[in-house]
């Protein structure tokens, strides 16, 4: 931490060994512009030297932050991170880059298939699952920023979805993040309810929320007869299947002596 500089926006890997984060200096005009950096973990517990990110990820004229690691192989780490770069689709984008064991990075990769002509923000790589979780203004939502979730399926991420009214409010949520499971989660909101400075400004800060995730169970009872006689059917067989997924299996049961 400098006194004389924002340092936020802080990213680890999976294993804890590197550490990824913002700094960000007032520019012109008082426009704050922010660069990545990165440090390693040393065998004594301490951080190693800091280093910056190279140019093709910190561009030049403009800001990158908000970094959140990706999928873990054995050989690279993927990093998320957010910029307001030329080339972009609009206002603060989301674009993906990835690192070896050398600590060499390739070129950043704008993550087009989840970018919109808004600011798409903070996003958070769910490894466990494939999914993606972002806010953006740039969608019709249900407030400001609003939470949003994507599928990486074949290169690209799929089935994007506001992820809902349990979660979204009228204001502006953002930086969610969900254990592997999916059972629990913590996101950053100025919704009605959070702790504020002044009554005329009810909506002016930010709380930290958490959300605990209840799984949907569906008890499907269903019942067989002949089409022409309306008479039961004993000795079935009932197949149901994910006409969405075709690679989902099958649920095949068998009633020996029902319907």
Known sequence: NNSKQLTSSTAFSKDGEVMVYTICDYGEDAIIECELYWRKMLEDGTWAKENKLPPQINAEGS????PSFGKQDDDKIELFFVSNREGGT?????YKTTVNEEMEWSDPENVKSINTVGDDITPFYNDATST??????????????????????????????NIGAEYNSAQEDIYYTVNEDE?????????????????????CCFDIYQVRIKPCEVDLLALLFDKDTEM???????????????????IVVTNEEGN
């Open 63 to 66: 800001t990158t932050t908000q």
């Open 90 to 94: 609009g206002g603060m984008d989301i």
């Open 132 to 161: 993606i979780y972002l806010s953006t203004n740039g969608r019709v939502g249900m407030g400001g920023f609003d939470v949003y979730r994507a599928t990486f399926d074949s290169g690209i991420f799929t089935d994007i979805e």
């Open 183 to 203: 059972t629990e989660a913590h996101m950053s909101s100025n919704r009605f309810g959070s702790l504020f400075l002044e009554d005329k400004f009810e909506t």
């Open 232 to 250: 039961e059917l004993t000795g079935v067989t009932l197949t149901i299947r994910d006409l969405n997924d075709e690679e989902a299996e099958d």
